[in-house]
């Protein structure tokens, strides 16, 4: 008899996460679900990259961007929760 019914395992959610590939906080296998940010209670969607122990997220500054054309990050700082949708 098949089972229907589909249960995802999600891999954890680390202490600090980047979207950047060459970063060493990029974990591949987090990016395949889709993750929520909030900093102090608001949504995020423009996050970059966070960490949950130090309270921080970063975010690009506008369209602002170096000279390898990377967008440039500022951090803010707060109570950063991080969860699947």
Same mark, same amino acid.
Request: hydrophobic share 30%; glycine share 6%; with cysteine.
């Given at each position: 008899?098949? =089972? @229907? @019914?589909? @249960? @995802?395992e999600?891999p +954890? *959610? +680390?202490?600090?996460?980047?979207v =950047?590939?060459?970063? +060493?906080?990029?974990?591949?296998? #987090?990016?395949?679900h %889709?993750i !929520?940010i909030?900093l102090?209670?608001?949504?995020r969607? $423009? #996050?970059? %990259?966070?960490c #949950?122990s %130090? /309270?921080?997220?970063?975010?690009p500054a /506008?369209?602002t961007? $170096?000279?390898? !054309?990377?967008? *440039? *990050?500022?951090?803010l700082? !707060?109570?950063v929760?991080?969860?699947?949708?």
């Amino acid at each position: 008899m098949n =089972d @229907t @019914t589909e @249960t @995802t395992e999600y891999p +954890p *959610l +680390p202490d600090r996460l980047s979207v =950047d590939p060459a970063s +060493p906080h990029h974990v591949a296998a #987090v990016f395949e679900h %889709e993750i !929520g940010i909030r900093l102090n209670d608001k949504e995020r969607r $423009d #996050v970059e %990259e966070y960490c #949950v122990s %130090e /309270g921080w997220v970063k975010v690009p500054a /506008g369209k602002t961007v $170096d000279r390898k !054309g990377r967008a *440039l *990050l500022i951090k803010l700082k !707060g109570r950063v929760e991080v969860y699947y949708r």
